[in-house]
Every structure is written in structure tokens, then in C-alpha cells.
């Protein structure tokens, strides 16, 4: 699933785009360590987490995209880190469950 399929299956935004950025899988929660354990390459995280930490934590996990729900805006430090990163933000007014059910069809992201 592409960064746009994505932004138009949440009803979101792109933020920071990456081209050629593809998900295979997806992943739901809002502790980065969570993520850090159990997120695999080739996913997208969805969450509210709107900080310059998700971005680590997607460089070090494999992820390619981030979806933050809630319509929460995305900091000037976060959005340059990404771009830097090559990591794509999409922002939705959906909740994680809305936006997880949105995506369902990304099968699960496991290590």
C-alpha cells in the first residue's frame, strides 16, 4: 500500500511524503518501546505520537510510514527528521482503532 492509498484510506493528509514508500504490513500502538520490539520492516505505524522520537524508533524498527490519528499537527523538528529519515507521516482525523480498522487489509506487523 502506497502513502497515498494510505492518506485516502484514513480520509488524512500527506505531511511528509516518501516516494516509492510501499507498506506491506501495519502496526497499532502509542509505546515506542511496544514498537521497537514487536514492529517489523516494511510497515506502517499508526498512533499519536507526534514526536521526534516516533522517528528513531521508525529508522531503528524498519518503518516506512506513520500514521498519526486524531488530526494531532506535526512539530517542525519531527517533520524535518522525517524528511532527513525518509520515514512518510500521514495525519487522519480518525482514531487509531478508526484508522487500524481503515487499514485492515495490511495483514499484521510482526518481528
Same mark, same amino acid.
Given at each position: 500500500m502506497t502513502t497515498a492509498e494510505i492518506a @485516502?484510506?484514513?480520509?488524512?493528509?500527506? +505531511? *511528509? @511524503?516518501?516516494?516509492? +514508500? *510501499? #507498506? $506491506?504490513?501495519?502496526? +497499532?500502538? %502509542?509505546?515506542?518501546?511496544? *514498537?521497537?520490539?514487536?514492529?517489523? %520492516?516494511?510497515? #506502517?505505524?499508526? !498512533?499519536?505520537? $507526534?514526536?521526534? $522520537? !516516533?522517528?528513531a524508533v521508525c529508522t531503528l524498527a524498519g518503518i516506512e510510514v506513520i500514521v498519526i490519528c486524531h488530526g494531532r499537527p506535526v512539530p517542525d523538528d519531527m517533520a524535518e527528521a522525517a524528511r532527513r529519515e525518509e520515514v512518510a507521516i500521514v495525519t487522519t482525523p480518525m482514531s487509531q482503532y478508526e484508522a487500524s480498522l481503515a487499514l485492515s487489509e495490511l495483514p499484521p506487523s510482526k518481528k
Open positions: @485516502d484510506k484514513t480520509g488524512g493528509a500527506i +505531511a *511528509v @511524503d516518501k516516494p516509492g +514508500a *510501499v #507498506v $506491506n504490513y501495519a502496526y +497499532a500502538s %502509542d509505546l515506542l518501546s511496544d *514498537v521497537m520490539g514487536h514492529c517489523g %520492516d516494511e510497515s #506502517v505505524l499508526i !498512533t499519536i505520537q $507526534n514526536h521526534l $522520537n !516516533t522517528i
